[in-house]
């Protein structure tokens, strides 16, 4: 991962107050801080969001490192100054009982989410 992600320098994450970083688990006094999953890495790592107070932040999973730009999400992010902004694909609805699913009201906000729920409300 950190030869693919590299630098960020191809994806314009080098430039002056813009930078790419990969934060590997790591451990402190008073325990092994090892992830056990996307949001256990945010919380794990909050203190270093928080010594460099960035406007935006970007998380993926390991697994979920594609070629995309990620401008038009950011874009709508901001068009809705919203606090959070969550990306998604839809399933099939035969499959969505493997995943996490995300169950929407009308204007996209979030109603809940599903852990691969047995009998899934929405794919």
Known sequence: MNEYVGSGQKWGLDA???????????????DVLWYEGTASAIEKNIDFMDKYNPKYVLVLSADHIYKMDYNKMLETHKKNKADCTISVVRVP???????GILNINPDSSILEFDEKPAKPKSN
């Open 16 to 30: 002056n107050g813009c930078s790419c970083v990969l934060l590997s688990p790591r451990q402190s006094d008073e």
């Open 93 to 99: 609805i035969e499959d969505a009982s493997r995943f």
